[in-house]
Every structure is written in structure tokens, then in C-alpha cells.
């Protein structure tokens, strides 16, 4: 307050996020947040949005032109607990005394959204909703069944609550991808699609967004356990944490997608049938994206395998157990011990000789 009072006594009042010309009317800040807060929703044929709301934070008057920046709010009906967020720019013009918006765009550094990228086509599954931009070699309805069947391998491996339902995203190229995700593209090279969304129990629903380019490459299985992958993603949310280590989300994951459908280990894991595990368990920095394919695909395997040594010699409960265990206060370290019974070295010995054992038929 003082710092104000002394800026207002010598003259020189600190610039309002209104101010700009001179000359301009005062109201017109109103007005301009005004016909900001009005903008509706964008035509989603076949989606239902349950809020829609754009906030102004700030506008910057120049003559019958105007710039803001606002928070987009949305919910889908029957997919987001909470709103998606989002900062976007706008531009607006003065035509016969009334505001209007002209132009609409993601503010930099911001995550596009779908419409952003062209028509929006949807696709309805029995529980999955698929929002498509472009001409994609694959139809969103087959994808809405693909993902129908992945929410059902989710709740197999994962019976606690959860929505029971995906909302997947499909743009039109990489670049598109990264725009959705708020990166740039090149970041999903030779990934297959991943899942948005915070962690932790009051995270709003996930997004499940695939890379066109590496989806349309896969076989048909591979589709389907991509798919089936990020919606473990999905169906774990609430009870992944920062604690949880990314061998056994990510393991989790693929023991999810990978479980009865009868493939050979080593067709699941052919890096490291070729290399042997490595003498640890992968690290979190071992899944960044952008890594090399091969000590990527590594680190995926070895995670996989972890989780299925729990799987096969305790049993599934216990490695949802052990999953839930992992993001409390004792972490990774705890959960083994409470759960296996194992300390850390102790279990990646398991770990080794397992693999080892697997992979050679």
C-alpha cells in the first residue's frame, strides 16, 4: 500500500491491464471483457460440454483494436471431474460501438486444443469418447472400439474405482500432438500416444492423445495395447503419486496391456532378450522421452518384467498392493518391504534372475 500511494502522490499511476492509447474511452476495458466473457463454445458435433467458460486476465486497448489473454474452462460432460485450463490470446475489434472477438488462438507456451486443429469429428464408444482432427488412416469409430476394449483391460487389471471410461484425442500429425500436449513434436517421436493429466486423487479425467504418425505403423495388437497401456494410465490415476517410481507405473501398465494374450516373452521384450537385463531396475530418467528407441524400449521391457516376477510369483494382488504402497510415505524402499517382504537390492536380484530365466525360454 505504501509503494501505491507514493506511485499515485508523484504522478505517475502504474498502468491498469486496460491502459493503452491515448484516448481511450474507459469503458471500453469493460467492454472488451465484456465481449470476451460472452464468446461461446466452439461446434463439437457430438460431444457435450457440461461448462464452458473464457476469463479475461488482462486487455490491451489500441483504438477500435483490442488484445487479451484469458483462462479457457471447460468440462465434457460424463468425461472431466474438473475443468480442462487452458491460457489463450485473443484479438478483438470495435464494429458500430460493439466488441467482438476475430481471432482465437493458444497462448504461447500454452497446450492447443482440439478445435484449434480443424472439424472436430467424435466417435462414441460404450465407454469411450474419441475426438478426431484430419484425415487419419484410421476411422475414429474402430478407435472408440479399440478403446472400448482397453477400458476393459484397465478394470480387469485394476478393479478399484475409477471412471470406467477414456476420452482419446487423435490430431492430424506429430506436430499436432505436441501441440495438444503444450511441446513440440518432435519430443513423440516414436511414441505411440501417451495420457495427460495430474496425478493424485483429485486429477480431472485424462486424456489419452495418440501419435498419428507411430499409431499408423503399428499392427493391430500393437494398437491395441497402446491403447490399453495409457488407459492403466487412466484407471491408476488417483493412486499414482510423485513417490511412485515410473518401472512400476509404466510396468504396471504393460503387464496390464500385455496380460492374456498369450505372446512369447520374448516377442514382449526382444531388447532385452538380445542384451540381458541391465544390473538395475530402469530409473525415471530412462523413460524421457526422446531417449534412444533401443534403451527406451529397455527401459519398458525391464519395467514389464518387474511386474509380472510380482505377478507370477505372488499374485496380482499383490501387485496392486504393492502399486498403492508405493505412493505413500514410505515409497518404493517401504512398499517392498511391507509387501514382498524384499528390500530393494534383494528384489532386483529377483528381478535379474527372472528376466534372465524368461527370456530364455
Not at 314 to 338: H, Q, S, T
Not at 340 to 360: D, I, K, Q
Request: charged letters at 20%; a positive charge.
Amino acid at each position: 500500500m505504501i509503494g501505491a500511494a507514493g506511485l499515485l502522490a508523484g504522478g505517475c499511476a502504474p498502468r491498469t491491464p486496460e491502459d493503452g492509447s491515448s484516448g481511450t474511452d474507459p469503458g471500453d476495458g469493460a467492454a472488451v471483457r465484456a465481449a470476451i466473457a460472452r464468446r461461446t463454445a466452439p461446434v463439437l458435433p457430438g460431444v457435450t460440454l457440461a461448462a464452458w467458460a473464457l476469463r479475461p486476465a488482462s486487455v490491451h486497448l489500441d483504438g477500435d483494436r483490442a488484445s487479451a489473454r484469458a483462462e479457457l474452462a471447460y468440462r465434457v460432460a460424463g468425461y472431466d471431474t474438473a475443468p480442462v485450463t487452458a491460457a489463450r490470446d485473443l484479438e478483438l475489434r470495435r464494429t458500430a460501438g460493439s466488441w467482438r472477438v476475430t481471432a482465437e488462438r493458444p497462448a504461447p507456451g500454452a497446450a492447443a486444443q482440439p478445435w484449434d486443429q480443424g472439424p472436430v469429428r467424435a466417435a462414441r464408444g460404450a465407454r469411450s469418447l474419441v475426438l478426431a482432427v484430419g484425415q487419419l488412416a484410421e476411422k475414429p469409430a474402430e478407435v472408440a472400439r479399440a478403446a472400448d476394449r482397453a477400458v476393459a483391460a484397465a478394470s480387469a487389471a485394476w478393479p478399484d474405482p475409477w471412471a470406467d471410461r477414456v476420452l482419446v484425442l487423435l490430431p492430424p500429425s506429430q506436430a499436432a500432438m505436441g501441440a495438444l500436449l503444450g511441446q513440440p513434436g518432435a519430443a513423440y517421436a516414436g511414441t505411440a500416444a501417451v495420457t495427460t493429466g495430474r496425478t493424485g486423487r483429485n486429477a480431472p479425467a485424462d486424456r489419452v492423445v495418440v501419435n498419428p504418425e507411430e499409431y499408423a505403423g503399428l499392427s493391430a495388437l500393437g494398437r491395441e495395447v497402446v491403447l490399453a497401456h495409457e488407459t492403466v494410465h487412466v484407471a491408476t490415476r488417483r493412486a499414482t503419486t510423485a513417490r511412485t517410481p515410473l518401472w512400476l507405473s509404466e510396468g504396471f501398465a504393460e503387464w496390464a496391456a500385455w496380460r492374456g494374450r498369450g505372446q512369447d516373452p520374448r516377442t514382449v521384450a526382444p531388447e532385452l532378450a538380445r542384451s540381458g537385463p541391465p544390473e538395475e531396475l530402469p530409473g525415471d530418467g530412462d523413460f524421457a522421452f526422446g531417449s534412444d528407441p533401443a534403451a527406451l524400449a529397455r527401459a519398458y521391457e525391464g519395467a514389464h518384467l518387474a511386474c509380472a516376477l510380482v505377478a507370477e510369483e505372488w499374485d496380482a494382488d499383490r501387485l496392486r498392493a504393492l502399486y498403492r504402497a508405493a505412493g505413500g510415505a514410505g515409497g518404493p524402499a517401504g512398499a517392498l518391504r511391507r509387501v514382498l517382504g524384499l528390500t530393494p537390492r534383494a528384489f532386483t536380484a529377483r528381478w535379474r534372475a527372472y528376466a534372465e530365466r524368461t527370456l530364455r525360454g
